[in-house]
């Protein structure tokens, strides 16, 4: 990376642009009542993703972002699946009809926390809610220390056919940092096992940014995962917002390399996965050759959610839980964080939504763009523009960030299309921002750009 743009753009900090707007700007305007008329609201033939937080884990990593909290008590685990149980057919009620799924993935926390028979009784009542597709995919995320063998069978009987496993990095220095102690032979287990199970799709994550992590060890996770396998690997720069998440103070900042550090590590990892034949998708995605996320990479039909890169061209995302998001055509909601509030909310049959965002034309245009950006690294804004009903001449002179990146040769405009330069493509978040019409760069608790 150019030192003139890791002073100038690296330390930014940014959006992630799984949504646009973005969470932040959720309000407590939007309601259960104004979720209850959208999902009512759906149009005949609609289809849907569900996602299902479960937000629980056995013990915390210090570097995690997502909204879960520790538990000992199985008890409270089983009753927060019962909530779940109740939002499926309150969900389902207000929709009025059996709609399609084409995807469903549990996040967390820790979902497979749960005991097999719950987790085999939600994915029953989402069946019976909704017309699950044969073709459809059901991932679920792991935590390879915690997995029994009975789970396992629970989701090959289930029909779960994707697994993402949290590794990380197999640096034990850099493990004990994170409060993650995972051995390689613990994920090499849980790998053999999910594949004798049938469950043949198994995606990776791992994390660049973390205390004590160099690029030799970064290599050398890359190398050892390679050794098992898997057809994806999802690669993120690990996110430090202390005031955000408290517990991420438990990590020495004077420990966490700097903003070209965790970019020549990214680049390590990118360089050794591609010379391992992997396609690069998107800023942290890489697939097989072949798999559906590389052919949708290739197509231009990749799309981005609150999971990152998918292969889900649904509009209509239906989430379940704590803190859980949802995306209908009239915008986004968000359920009650605090696990409490939340299924108070379900018990007294009412939805749990707590905040949301109602899209305007503006917003969806933008949006447009903002994806087709980070998915593709380009846009072309006279297409996308006139889709909207919209002029490309107005929308680049109210993108004033954009100026100094094509300054910079970060970024290249041709007539209305725009393109980041293949050596600039690790600043894809600051091209998107150049649209972003509600970002408060004073006010964001994002990680880094680089």
């Not at 030192?3 to 930014?12: F, M, Q, V």
């Not at 009025?96 to 820790?110: A, C, L, N, Q, Y």
């Not at 053999?192 to 994550?205: C, E, H, S, T, V």
């Not at 409490?340 to 899209?359: P, W």
Request: net charge neutral; with cysteine; proline share 4%.
């Amino acid at each position: 990376m150019r030192a003139d743009l890791a002073a100038s753009y690296g330390e930014e900090r940014l959006p992630r642009y799984t949504s646009y707007p973005t969470a932040p700007h959720f309000s407590a305007t939007i309601g259960a009542d104004t979720y209850a008329r959208w999902l009512s609201e759906l149009p005949p033939g609609s289809s849907a993703s569900l996602y299902l937080h479960v937000p629980f884990c056995r013990e915390m990593c210090w570097y995690c972002g997502c909204h879960t909290q520790i538990v000992r008590r199985d008890g409270l685990i089983a009753a927060y699946q019962r909530t779940l149980l109740s939002e499926i057919a309150q969900v389902a009620e207000t929709i009025g009809r059996r709609i399609k799924v084409e995807h469903i993935h549990f996040g967390g926390g820790t979902p497979t926390i749960m005991a097999p028979d719950a987790f085999a009784e939600l994915m029953a009542a989402m069946r019976h809610a909704f017309f699950v597709l044969p073709s459809a995919e059901i991932a679920v995320e792991i935590d390879p220390r915690t997995l029994t063998a009975e789970m396992v069978e629970t989701m090959r009987l289930s029909g779960v056919n994707r697994a993402s496993l949290g590794v990380q990095s197999f640096d034990p220095v850099v493990q004990r940092a994170i409060n993650r102690v995972q051995s390689y032979e613990q994920t090499a287990s849980v790998v053999d096992r999910l594949q004798r199970a049938g469950i043949k799709g198994i995606n990776f994550d791992l994390i660049y940014g973390l205390p004590h992590q160099t690029i030799a060890s970064c290599i050398d996770t890359v190398r050892r995962s390679l050794e098992l396998g898997p057809d994806r690997f999802s690669v993120f720069g690990y996110a430090h917002v202390p005031d955000f998440k408290k517990h991420q103070r438990m990590i020495n900042e004077k420990h966490l390399p700097d903003g070209l550090a965790r970019h020549d590590q990214a680049c390590a990892i990118a360089n050794a996965l591609k010379e391992a034949g992997y396609v690069q998708v998107g800023l942290d995605h890489f697939a097989r050759p072949g798999d559906a996320m590389a052919v949708a990479f290739e197509d231009r039909t990749l799309r981005r959610n609150f999971q990152g890169y998918t292969t889900d061209r649904g509009e209509v995302l239906i989430g379940f839980g704590a803190s859980a998001i949802g995306h209908l055509p009239q915008g986004y909601v968000q359920n009650e964080v605090q696990i409490g509030a939340y299924a108070q909310s379900i018990t007294s049959g009412r939805l749990a939504t707590a905040k949301g965002y109602g899209l305007t034309d503006d917003d969806r245009l933008r949006a447009d763009i903002i994806e087709r950006i980070m998915c593709e690294f380009s846009a072309d804004l006279g297409d996308i523009c006139a889709r909207h009903g919209a002029e490309p001449e107005a929308m680049l002179k109210s993108a004033a960030r954009l100026k100094p990146l094509i300054s910079d040769g970060v970024v290249r405009l041709d007539g209305d299309r725009l393109a980041v330069a293949s050596d600039s493509r690790f600043l894809v978040r600051s091209v998107a921002a150049a649209f972003d019409a509600h970002l408060n760069p004073a006010k964001q608790l994002h990680s880094r750009a680089v």
